[in-house]
Structure formats: C-alpha cells, structure tokens
C-alpha cells in the first residue's frame, strides 16, 4: 500500500529549543495514524511542518510523494483537510456563510453544507450567527469545514478536545464512514480511548521523540501477562496466571457458578504511554 | 496555477457581508465625507486642503480598513485557512482588496463632490487617484500582515496619516531643510503637483513623470506586501 506521508529523520529547533528529535515514520493510504503525546509533545509542530505552516530545521518531509514545501499548489491543497485548535471562523458571519466561503474556495456545490454539518450533528443549524456558538460547536463547525471537499488526508489536532460523548461519538461515525471512502487521517490526541477506537497504527510522542510505533492492538498484546482478572460472587477479586494452573481454576470457578465477570489484564494504551515515558497524557 | 474568478468573489463577498456587521468599520468609512462636509461646503477650498481630504480618505478607507480587515484576520486566524485553501497569492490579495477599493473610490468620489472640486484635467486626475488607492491598498496590506492585531494596526495608522494626509503643508520647508526633498517624491505629492498642473491646463505629457513616480511606489509597495505574505505563509 502507497505511502501518504513519509517523514524521515525529522528535526525542528525553536532557538535553541528542540521540538523534535529525530522522528521518522509513513502513513499508508487509508490508513488512521494516531500521534499521541501530552501537551507540548510537538504533536502540533509535526502537523505544522507537513502541511507546509513551518520550515523544518533537517530531515526530509513529503505528502502525496512531493515535498511539504510543494503542497503551496492548488492540486495539492484540493487534497487536504486541516482541522487545528484553533476554529479560525468569522464571528460575525453565519454558519451558512462561513462554509460557502469554503465551498466556493474548493470549488464544491452549495449543497454539500447541510451534508457536512448533518455528519456532525448541526443540521438545521446554519443560520447561527458563529459569534453566539458554544465552543463545541465551534469546533465541530470546523470539523464540517474540513469535510466539504471530501479531502484525501485529513490533518486533525485534538479534534474532540471540546466535544460531549454524543457528539464525539457521532465525530467518529463521520470520521470512520470518511476512512472506508479511503481517506487517510493523521490525528493527533491525547485522549487514548479516542485513539484504541479510531487508529490503526499509533506513534507515541515525548519531548519531540517517537518512543513507540505500531498498533494499538499488538501494543497492548506485546505487553500483556495473559492474565485474567475474575470478580466473583462472593465478592472477591482474584487474579489468574495464564497455563494450565489458572485454566483450571477458571474451570473450577465457572463450575460452581461463582462468576460475575471476567477482565483481560492487557494494559491500555494509557498504562503503555505511562510505562515507556514515565508521564501521564495530560 | 488556474485563476480563479470565483474564489475572489467568494472572498469579497465574505468580506462585504463581514464590514456591513462591523460598526467599527463603517462608521470610519464616513469620517472623510464628513471631513468634506466641514472642510469644503463654502466651494473656496485651496487645493492643498482639497487633497488634504482626498488623501485622508485614501489612507482612512484604502490603508486604514485594509490594514484592520487584514489584521484581524490574522488576529482571529482566519487568513491561515485561506492561505491554506486552494487560493492563489493572487486570488487572496484580489479578493481582498476589492472590497476596499470600492469603498475606497466611493468615498474619494462622494468628497470630491462635496467639495465641488472639478479637476483641470479629469482622466489624468482620475488614473492617478485610481493608482494612488491602490498603493494605499498596498500600504493597508503591508501594515495589516505587520502588526498582530487591529488595535496595533489603529496606532499605526497614525504617523501614517500624518504623513500622507497632512505633510504636504511642510512643503515650505523644503528649501530651508534640504533633507526633506524626499517628500517631494512621496505619492501625495506627486498627487498634489500633477492636480496642480492639471489646474493649470497641461496635458498628459506633463503629467507623465507624476503618474510614472506613483506607479513606481504602487509597485513597490505590492511587491513588499507579496513577500511579507509569503514570509508569513511559512514560520521560521
């Protein structure tokens, strides 16, 4: 499978400050690739510097197989969807207004506003005057934003930061209806649940290093005990080893009909994150 | 990279629809007519103080309006997402501009004609007040991509209008300070001396070194603008 973005021994310096360290990866088309990292990681740095907002200090970046410093061309911009922190609306416009700005940018039909803002739970509301919008809805009219020209990557920085569950839920509907059309999407996130339901591969980032890079799955099999964790009837908690030893007693319980439930004791991506860099993701 | 009509309108339109909520905004628009009002109702005016009204128009609308439609954007981000649009260099600063031209040349037109100023020489008048909105358009670009915000974009605009709008009266002191010739080749000036000739009865030909300074500053000032933008586009 072709290589959206491939990103080679990467490094940014501000002054004398390193952002980033060394970062290499690809991300394959189609592909959802979670970057991970707390506040300050250079999650938003990487973002920067692959859709062209930031001149690299070395290493070698390209999108689509072109440089990043080539994504200036229209063709290119036809293909991307950036979604930042920041919503970057006029408030003083309506809803309507601001993406038909957009739809007129990208050259795409007026009608696809009352699509993009039903994928993310605004139909009916594109009279709204921006200014008087919560932050929520700021947010997810960014999200519609970068939905309208159906992009082939898709960049989003911390896209549900500002989202209840309902809404987030239906952002990742959206987001995975947008991944079966073959749209590929580097997200970045601190929220680790967000990133074991929507990413296929994820990249650990810590202090500008990648520490970490593969599947959330295989990631958490790698460093799993196998073991179980049994609540029982009687209020106990017990926990059994893998083999046959803890087969057995599984067995034994079950039996006698003294389970209420059964954990896997894999680690989440969270515990991974605290072990192999000693923070949390705050 | 295809031009593109649309995306420039879609900007203007943006931007008409974003100024007519902006009382900040229109109500600068009618301070020059105001001024005209004050300045010029008795028909008696001198044509340095007809130009005083014109230039102050020009730097009001064209630089001081540019300057603050492009400073908030940058303020609020919102010329991020354009810059990352599809949108050519070109498309952007055609479609922002536009919307301040426009106002612009309504403003200038509504002074002159409050003013009952009738130029010697129309077409050379107007080409050159045509040319002189857009270098003020140049310098309200140049200024709103240098400051941060619409607040450091007002202060700014001060000396800037001081300069353009009042400096010709030092004009007298020219011969005395010798080191303030260069005022001489400001676009104001220019303005001010080719209207003069114009009053006189010259023609074109006369009025061609003028026009050729003007267009000189014009494309000065948009190159600057240019490369700011694009300096702006990329961090370091």
Redesign the interface.
């Known amino acids: 499978m072709e290589n959206v973005i491939e990103v080679n021994a990467l490094e940014k310096f501000f002054s004398k400050e390193r952002a980033l360290k060394n970062v290499s990866f690809s991300v394959k088309k189609g592909e959802i690739f979670g970057f991970l990292g707390p506040s300050g990681s250079g999650k938003t740095t990487t973002i920067k510097i692959l859709t062209a907002q930031l001149k690299p200090t070395s290493g070698s970046t390209s999108v689509f197989g072109v440089p990043t410093h080539q994504l200036s061309k229209e063709k290119y911009r036809k293909k991307i969807g950036i979604v930042t922190d920041n919503t970057a609306l006029y408030a003083r416009l309506s809803v309507y207004d601001n993406l038909k700005l957009y739809c007129d940018l990208y050259d795409v039909p007026e009608s696809r506003i009352y699509e993009v803002l039903s994928m993310v739970n605004l139909a009916g509301e594109n009279k709204k005057i921006v200014s008087k919008l919560s932050r929520g809805m700021l947010q997810r009219i960014t999200l519609a934003r970068a939905f309208l020209h159906e992009p082939e990557l898709l960049f989003l920085d911390e896209p549900t930061s500002a989202l209840d569950p309902v809404n987030t839920k239906h952002i990742y509907e959206g987001l995975m209806r947008l991944k079966e059309k073959g749209t590929t999407i580097f997200l970045t996130t601190h929220d680790m649940n967000e990133a074991e339901i929507l990413c296929d591969r994820v990249a650990f980032l810590n202090n500008g290093e990648i520490q970490l890079l593969d599947a959330p799955k295989k990631l958490r099999q790698q460093r799993s005990d196998a073991s179980l964790t049994v609540e029982l009837t009687d209020g106990r908690t017990i926990v059994l080893p893998k083999g046959p030893a803890g087969a057995q007693r599984l067995f034994d319980h079950m039996n006698a009909n003294e389970i209420i439930s059964v954990y896997s004791n894999q680690p989440t991506l969270g515990d991974i994150f605290v072990e192999v860099t000693g923070r949390n993701l705050v | 990279?295809?031009f593109?009509m649309?995306?420039v309108?879609?900007?203007l339109?943006?931007d008409y629809?974003?100024i007519s909520?902006?009382l900040y905004v229109t109500t600068t628009l009618v301070l020059p007519l105001i001024m005209a009002v004050i300045f010029g109702r008795d028909g008696k005016s001198t044509l340095e103080l007809i130009y005083m009204i014109i230039n102050m128009g020009l730097v009001l609308v064209g630089t001081y309006v540019q300057a603050s439609l492009i400073a908030e954007e940058k303020e609020?981000?919102?010329l991020?997402?354009?810059m990352?649009?599809?949108?050519?260099t070109l498309e952007i600063f055609l479609g922002k501009n536009l919307l301040s031209f426009i106002a612009t040349a309504v403003i200038v037109t509504g002074s002159i004609l409050l003013m009952n100023y009738n130029p010697g020489h129309v077409p050379a008048v107007v080409i050159a007040l045509v040319l002189s909105a857009i270098f003020y358009l140049g310098l309200g670009t140049l200024i709103g991509l240098m400051t941060k915000s619409v607040v450091e974009a007002s202060v700014i605009i001060v000396p800037v209008m001081f300069v353009f709008s009042f400096i010709s009266f030092m004009k007298p002191f020219m011969e005395k300070y010798p080191i303030l010739t260069f005022i001489e080749y400001l676009p104001n000036m220019q303005m001010l001396d080719l209207a003069a000739q114009a009053q006189a009865g010259t023609g074109f030909g006369d009025v061609g070194s003028n026009l050729l300074i003007i267009v000189g500053w014009v494309v000065f000032i948009h190159i600057l603008a240019v490369y700011v933008y694009k300096k702006r586009?990329?961090?370091?």
């Open positions: 990279m295809t593109s649309k995306r309108t879609a900007i339109q943006k629809k974003d909520r902006n609020k981000n919102t991020r997402g354009l990352l649009s599809p949108a050519s586009m990329v961090e370091e």
